[in-house]
């Protein structure tokens, strides 16, 4: 399957459940623009590699430079 994983988009609760947060939370975010979302039709989808890049980001900020 050609770009499956690249293209996969997630709903709020299959992105909330992967960062361990709760619905209120995760809505901020996205309306923070601080988690990359867009909106299709009513509901709002994330881009898992672009959720997993976020992600990533976050750990990078979180380690302490040797």
Do not use: C, F
């Not at 995760?26 to 976020?54: C, F, N, T």
């Amino acid at each position: 399957m050609k770009g499956s994983n690249t293209k996969e988009m997630l709903t709020v609760k299959e992105a909330r459940e992967l960062l361990r947060v709760s619905r209120n939370t995760m809505y901020h975010l996205i309306q923070q623009g601080v988690i990359p979302a867009r909106k299709v039709g009513s509901s709002w989808r994330i881009l898992r590699v672009k959720l997993e890049d976020w992600m990533n980001e976050q750990d990078n900020q979180a380690q302490p430079s040797s």
